[in-house]
């Protein structure tokens, strides 16, 4: 349990920047929950995205309301949730930043928390925090979320897209945002994994908290802002951005054997989705395209007995079949592939505090 005690500054302002295109009912919950939050010393800067629903109108009349909330209009030509962002921390006043996404909720006394650790750890340049699945409000699922400590390191999980935390779940010392420059706005999706890995190849020190403090809304309510998953660009842009983090990674000098294999595991896994939605020729052709990267080709033993694997993929009644014969043949790094999306569900304490304030409204 994290102290809430009183923090040595309650002034310092944290700011919220919450990118937003046409979900309004969903971002009055979001507006919703930052305004109960227990630290009263917060800004809320909402980015529309060329809403057409009437979202900009609504988030005025709550900026009328509430002096704390702003509105900000996309500007220029590039569209999507990292342009907002980038928009929305340029016009920020906070020392601490927070980035909420607008279907997400944030518990109570999240902000209070995270200032408490933020002021206790001056050495700290952002902390992370678990969340709690929900679908309509918060505490209506089996509260399953991903473990936040495992044996692997953190960096290894995320070249993975095991994602240790997400968007939502740390608070930055702007000072730390402004080392780590602007959100890649050429990128239509990963735009977060891009930032978290660039902050773990810089080293920046943080810490991780087992205290969920915030609720993480799950697909089948969620929409992405221009995300359009297996569009030819989208597949391409997926694709450079592999490439482009494992050479970060290498450049860095922490590509080891085992961060190579999460990278190898990565392309695996998203051959592996396009397969699942009967788009084989295209999954084939995103695995086969490490062939050219000096950095992550693998023997060609290896490659041609995963490549096996991928193509057995598509034949549903031989697909186990394909796993067990194959499978104690790989790394130990890529056996995690073969049951990509079969982790062990995680479970929040029933008794902690965010889902206890949860029963008690």
Request: glycine share 4%; aromatic share 12%.
């Amino acid at each position: 349990m994290i102290s809430t005690d009183s923090v040595s500054n309650m002034s310092t302002l944290v700011s919220i920047i919450t990118p937003t295109k046409d979900r309004l009912e969903l971002l009055k919950q979001t507006i919703a929950s930052v305004r109960a939050q227990t630290y009263p010393y917060w800004e809320c800067l909402v980015v529309d995205d060329s809403s057409t629903d009437g979202t900009p109108e609504e988030v005025e009349q709550l900026g009328r309301e509430e002096p704390r909330i702003r509105l900000l209009r996309r500007a220029g030509a590039q569209g999507g949730a990292s342009a907002c962002r980038n928009q929305g921390f340029a016009a920020a006043r906070g020392d601490y930043v927070v980035f909420l996404d607008s279907d997400d909720l944030l518990a109570a006394f999240c902000l209070e928390q995270r200032v408490n650790v933020m002021q206790a750890n001056p050495e700290t340049e952002f902390a992370a925090f678990p969340y709690i699945f929900f679908r309509d409000h918060p505490a209506d699922t089996k509260h399953v979320r991903m473990p936040f400590f495992t044996a692997e390191d953190d960096l290894a999980r995320f070249l993975k897209k095991d994602n240790v935390w997400n968007i939502s779940g740390p608070i930055w010392r702007r000072s730390t945002l402004e080392r780590l420059g602007p959100w890649d706005e050429s990128l239509l999706s990963g735009q977060e994994w891009d930032l978290t890995i660039r902050a773990l190849t810089q080293h920046i020190p943080y810490l991780k908290f087992d205290e969920p403090d915030w609720f993480y809304r799950v697909a089948g309510s969620r929409t992405t802002i221009g995300s359009h998953w297996f569009e030819p660009a989208s597949l391409a842009n997926r694709q450079a951005q592999l490439f482009a983090i494992a050479q970060r990674v290498q450049a860095a000098g922490m590509l080891t054997t085992a961060r190579r294999y999460a990278c190898l595991t990565t392309f695996l896994q998203e051959s592996m989705i396009l397969v699942w939605h009967k788009q084989l020729a295209a999954g084939l052709k995103f695995w086969m395209g490490i062939r050219r990267d000096p950095v992550l080709a693998p023997t060609p033993a290896l490659h041609t007995t995963l490549l096996i694997f991928l193509s057995l993929q598509g034949i549903r009644f031989v697909r186990r079949l394909a796993a067990w014969l194959l499978a104690p043949w790989l790394p130990a790094e890529f056996r995690f592939a073969v049951n990509a999306y079969k982790r062990v569900p995680y479970y929040a304490d029933p008794n902690c505090r965010a889902l206890r304030a949860c029963r008690a409204t």
